[in-house]
């Protein structure tokens, strides 16, 4: 029986799988983060621009995680889970960003609030097609 105080018998995932979801995780958060800060100036946060924006999210997140499923070497029924610690990391990053950095996002509140706001949609869709993506394995 695995000593339960190991990562590996706390979540089903190598430590070589973490440290991968996990640098990844801060890559695509810091992706996202700049790319809404060059976008904020263009009027993304209003009125359809907004919508549109949320909409796309979607499909762009669909190829993140094939990227971070194939690097992590994450077997089907682990997506879900490499999924929620890049989203973990993302998360942390994004309220560290927001409180203590946020000319990251823009030069003011409504870009910053935008943008936080982008981030943390993208983080919510991650999991959620996560789950869809997630494959059980048959015996």
Same mark, same amino acid.
């Given at each position: 029986?695995?000593?339960?105080?190991? /990562?590996?018998? !706390?979540?089903?995932?190598?430590?070589?799988?973490?440290?991968?979801?996990?640098?990844?995780? %801060?890559?695509? &958060?810091?992706?996202?983060?700049?790319?809404?800060? #060059?976008?904020?100036?263009?009027?993304?946060?209003?009125?359809?621009?907004?919508?549109? =924006?949320?909409?796309? #999210? #979607?499909?762009?997140?669909?190829?993140?995680?094939? %990227?971070? !499923?194939?690097?992590?070497?994450?077997?089907?029924?682990?997506?879900?889970?490499?999924?929620?610690?890049? /989203?973990?990391?993302? /998360?942390? =990053?994004?309220?560290?960003?927001?409180? &203590?950095?946020?000319?990251?996002?823009?030069?003011?509140?409504?870009?910053?609030?935008? +943008?936080? +706001? %982008?981030?943390? &949609?993208?983080?919510?869709?991650?999991?959620?097609?996560?789950?869809?993506?997630?494959?059980?394995?048959?015996?």
């Amino acid at each position: 029986m695995p000593d339960p105080t190991t /990562t590996a018998a !706390r979540l089903p995932l190598r430590p070589a799988q973490l440290a991968t979801l996990a640098a990844l995780g %801060v890559a695509f &958060w810091l992706a996202g983060a700049l790319t809404c800060r #060059v976008l904020g100036p263009m009027g993304v946060y209003e009125g359809l621009a907004r919508i549109v =924006l949320y909409a796309l #999210v #979607v499909p762009g997140t669909v190829p993140l995680i094939l %990227v971070a !499923r194939r690097a992590a070497k994450l077997e089907p029924d682990r997506i879900a889970l490499g999924v929620a610690v890049m /989203t973990a990391v993302a /998360t942390l =990053l994004d309220g560290v960003a927001l409180a &203590w950095f946020p000319a990251l996002y823009g030069a003011d509140l409504p870009q910053v609030a935008g +943008a936080g +706001a %982008v981030i943390l &949609w993208g983080g919510g869709v991650g999991l959620a097609l996560g789950c869809v993506m997630n494959r059980t394995t048959r015996s």
